[in-house]
């Protein structure tokens, strides 16, 4: 039997043809090596959350608002099945993406030197919001008086993580799971620059004081360090235990008071520092050696950016800092409880009871009786944990409607947000009472969709919420009196991110 042009292939058949397929309907777009092109990179890593089966949707429908043309008149059934698992398998090598590829990847569409000195809109630019819409892969800039936007523009494939913000608010830095790092000028309201740093990346931190960008990879295994001015890369920094093991970046944080960025490792159990600071001088035991000399001169060999190792019992995971940032929390993989680890005696120096795979990432930080305590979501455990940051003792267990992911609060509100989106009831809100540590109401804004990841205004009247749908929207709700304010209508907006809250490090979100 034929479709098209095509000779019906048993199942067997169609995936031993499954490399032939591809390099026929895919590589121009995806690139022969799957690492992307002008189409996203198709390695199990990058399609993230995308189930196989969606997946044979896309190849046999195409996918709206992109270039990928349906295949479903051309393919059978078998053969788009063995296309999805053949794009989910891994490649049998790390793919090599150093210092020339990344350079070659750079594209800068305005000299940083042109850019206009004021905003060229009449808003409050510290209370713009940044909302990633994965829907269809755009960037929504918000007023966040109005809640009119100020610009919509396409983004690179599947943005993940948080976007993040030059110290001054103006640029903002957006990372994809393909690798792509994406400077945007708020002012102007246009892409900056753009550079591949990755196969396929975990996320993007900026130093405080604005000069650097370092961006962590799962593939290949290294920390890429960039000129936040125009995304020149810097260095590249091989993830490399002391046996020779290497491994995926779990994810990279900034540590103001320190100046320094720490790493959180998925394949060694050592927690990284990377002092950025020009007086940084000769850092401890375990330099790591870069690719690259050093950018600038007279700093330490192999590169300016030198990583401290710190020797921990456990890999970790997801890391939430205590306000000095001396001491930075993780989750262990087997997902069972939490360490302390002290950046400057460099060891562990407490354990925590938090079963149940805690999300400390998502955590935030209040004050009741003068003490600072945290909070956290756990992706398998319907509860919220509450966790003295003296003692480091696990003072209560609010228990949830479900397991959730995300949870915020503002220095000017008593309440937190969090979602139940990792149980049954997706469409759940709970609102917690700081003081009384309780729930204190459940909010169901859109009846069985998907609701989750809260962020406030700069003064902490609104909180924000992503009916994470394809058919999305973002609710703007009063913090007081939990009333819908308004509803704008979104495709699929994961998250959303306030420039002042993020600048000014508020305890109540993420960094
Ligand atoms: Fe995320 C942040 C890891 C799946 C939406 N997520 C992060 C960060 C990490 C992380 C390390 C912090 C990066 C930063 O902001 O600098 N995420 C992971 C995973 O390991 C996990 C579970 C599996 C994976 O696919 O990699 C995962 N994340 C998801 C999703 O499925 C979400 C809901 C939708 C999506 O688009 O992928 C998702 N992650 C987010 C969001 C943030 C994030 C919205 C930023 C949170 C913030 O407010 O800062």
């Known amino acids: 039997m034929v479709v098209g042009m095509t000779v019906l292939a048993t199942p067997a058949q169609a995936v031993e043809d499954a ?54 008149d051309k ?33 800068v569409n305005v000299d940083p030197d042109q850019l206009p000195s004021r905003p060229q ?23 966040g008086d109005s809640f009119k936007p100020l610009a919509r523009f396409q983004s690179r494939f599947a943005l993940h993580g948080g976007a993040k913000y030059s110290p001054d608010g103006r640029f903002v830095y957006l990372a994809s799971r393909d690798g792509w790092i994406t400077k945007y000028d708020l002012y102007s309201l246009q892409i900056v620059a753009e550079i591949r740093a990755g196969v396929n990346t975990r996320n993007v931190a900026v130093s405080h004081d604005g000069r650097f960008l370092m961006v962590g990879n799962m593939l290949p295994h290294t920390l890429v360090a960039l000129d936040a ?7 590249v920094i091989p993830v490399m235990g002391d046996a020779g093991a290497t491994s995926r970046v779990s994810a990279v944080y900034t540590a103001p008071p320190r100046a320094s960025f ?26 790591v050696h870069s690719y690259e000399k050093g950018h600038e001169e007279g700093i330490s060999p192999g590169g300016r950016f030198q990583a401290i190792r710190i020797r921990i019992p456990d890999f970790l995971d997801d890391f939430f800092f205590d306000r000095s940032y001396e001491r930075v929390m993780g989750a262990s993989r087997d997902g069972t409880k939490g360490l302390v680890v002290d950046l400057d005696i460099k060891r562990k120096v407490a354990e925590i009871d938090l079963p149940g795979m805690p999300h400390l990432g998502s955590g935030i930080i209040f004050k009741k009786d003068g003490r600072d305590f945290m909070a956290t979501p756990h992706l398998k455990e319907a509860v919220i944990s509450i966790i003295d940051m003296t003692s480091w003792k696990t003072v209560k267990r609010i228990p949830t409607l479900g397991p959730g992911f995300f949870m915020r609060s503002h220095e000017n509100t008593g309440y937190a947000w969090i979602d139940v989106s990792m149980g049954k009831e997706k469409d759940a809100i709970q609102i917690i009472d700081l003081d009384a540590m309780e729930i204190t109401r459940t909010l169901r804004p859109a009846a069985g969709r998907t609701t989750a990841h809260a962020e406030f205004d700069r003064s902490g009247r609104h909180v924000l919420i992503s009916v994470m749908e394809a058919e999305g929207e973002l609710i703007v709700f009063d913090a007081q009196s939990f009333e819908v304010v308004t509803r704008m209508p979104m495709k699929r907006p994961v998250g959303k991110y306030n420039v002042f809250n993020k600048i000014n490090y508020s305890s109540g979100t993420s960094h």
């Open 19 to 72: 490399p032939r397929l591809y390099a026929e309907h895919c590589a121009a777009c995806h690139g022969g090596d799957r690492l992307g092109a002008i189409g996203p990179a198709l390695l199990p890593e990058n399609l993230g959350r995308l189930r196989k089966a969606e997946a044979e949707t896309v190849i046999a429908r195409g996918r709206a608002a992109t270039q990928m043309p349906a295949h479903g």
């Open 75 to 107: 393919l059978t059934p078998e053969q788009i099945k063995a296309l999805a698992e053949y794009v989910f398998t891994p490649l049998a090598a790390v793919p090599v993406w150093g210092m020339e590829e990344i350079r070659a990847s750079r594209v």
């Open 121 to 143: 809109w009449d808003a409050d630019p510290l209370n713009l919001f940044t909302v990633v819409e994965t829907g269809d892969h755009h960037v929504t800039i918000l007023d």
């Open 229 to 235: 001015r125009d995304l020149t890369p810097l260095q």
């Open 262 to 287: 720490v790493v959180a490792l998925k394949d060694i159990a050592e927690v990284w520092e990377i002092p950025y600071a020009d007086d940084a001088g000769p850092v401890m035991n375990g330099f």
